[in-house]
């Protein structure tokens, strides 16, 4: 159990540099930060809102309770931060300020504030999806982020509508790429090791499912769901998908069985798009492309930057 914070991050964001710059060691960690100001919670963490004594500057902290975790996840742990120093330059992830170790095994994750919730929520209160050139642009700059990483060699993992995130309450809101929590780091781009079942089921690829070796792609695969969700406001496979509970097994089935001969994905057809007065051809070129059963098939992120469909969204300049 996080114990309360209740003085300021002030040494947070003043505190001399240590080390690389983001890493440091503080006796005491202590915010502002009052039960209301909890943000969210995950298996080994707690997300809280909080603000810097000397000017009010609002922050996010990440706290990860290491006593709960065994030695292979608090080793995770310790990825994730140095993955997110790795994308620090890169403005569609989200920004890593400061972490900070507090003896003996607890972590403090410290990243800028989004302010304009999830996608996922956007998303959810259409009910037949956002509108093409909107999903475009929030595409655009989805790939944008997976490109980065995946020149690094980062593969994210856990690719989802609830993991992008809107910086701001605004209609046109960039987004940004968040929780880098199940992230890797391949010894090459060509890598394809098996690492094991992880991330959410109804955005896994058939090689996670399948238990086979995976990189970089699998990421491709789960922005191709996540395109449909917006685009639709459902998934592309069968699956009972709730806040209590999901069908796995239905699930994986759908995603593991889905091409059909001409190897695109059978799923489609279960969505009217004509409900959205069409949806157009390079919009499904695109995600059939990242949809694409085999990975070596599977368009990579960069290649997808140059795809019609997002030019075009260039045009709009929505995300200001």
């Keep these: 159990m996080h114990a309360r914070i209740d003085r300021s991050i002030e040494e947070l964001c003043y505190s001399p540099p240590i080390n690389n710059g983001l890493t440091g060691f503080v006796k005491e960690f202590d915010c502002l930060c009052s039960p209301d100001e909890l943000l969210g ?6 997300v ?3 603000s810097r004594k000397k000017d009010g500057k609002r922050f996010a902290v990440k706290v990860i309770a290491g006593a709960e975790l065994t030695a292979n996840q608090s080793k995770q742990i310790m990825y994730e931060g140095k993955i997110m120093e790795m994308v ?17 095994s607890s972590r403090y994750l410290v990243v800028e504030q989004l302010c304009g919730g999830e996608v996922y929520d956007m998303v959810g209160i259409h009910d037949t999806g956002v ?4 999903a475009a642009n929030w595409m655009r700059q ?3 982020a997976l490109a980065y990483c995946h020149e690094r060699l980062i593969v994210h993992r856990d690719i989802k509508l609830e993991n992008i995130m809107l910086v701001s309450g605004d209609d046109h809101s960039k987004i940004k790429l968040v929780d880098f929590g199940l992230a890797l780091l391949l010894k090459r781009k060509e ?26 792609s699998v990421d491709l695969w789960a922005a191709g769901v996540a395109m449909y969700a917006m685009l639709s406001s459902q998934m592309p496979f069968p699956g009972i998908n709730t806040v209590v509970g999901l069908l796995q097994d239905e699930t994986f089935r759908s995603i593991v069985d889905q091409p059909n001969k001409q190897g695109t994905v059978t799923a489609f057809p279960q969505y009217d798009w004509e409900v959205k007065d069409g949806l157009s051809a390079h919009g499904l ?7 694409a059963p085999e990975p070596a098939q599977r368009v990579s992120a960069a290649a997808a930057l140059e795809h019609p469909w997002l030019k075009a969204a260039e045009v709009y300049n929505l995300a200001i």
């Excluded at 070129?285 to 949809?291: G, I, P």
């Design 41 to 46: 919670t995950g298996k080994f963490s707690s």
């Design 48 to 50: 809280y809102e909080c």
């Design 88 to 104: 620090a330059g890169c403005s569609e992830c989200i920004r890593l300020l400061r972490i900070f170790q507090a003896p003996p």
């Design 131 to 134: 509108a093409e050139t909107l």
């Design 142 to 144: 989805l790939l944008s």
């Design 191 to 216: 890598a394809a090791e098996k690492f094991g079942v992880v991330g959410s089921p109804c955005y896994m690829a058939p090689e996670i499912v399948n238990q086979s070796p995976y990189g970089i």
């Design 285 to 291: 070129d695109l995600m059939r492309a990242l949809l």
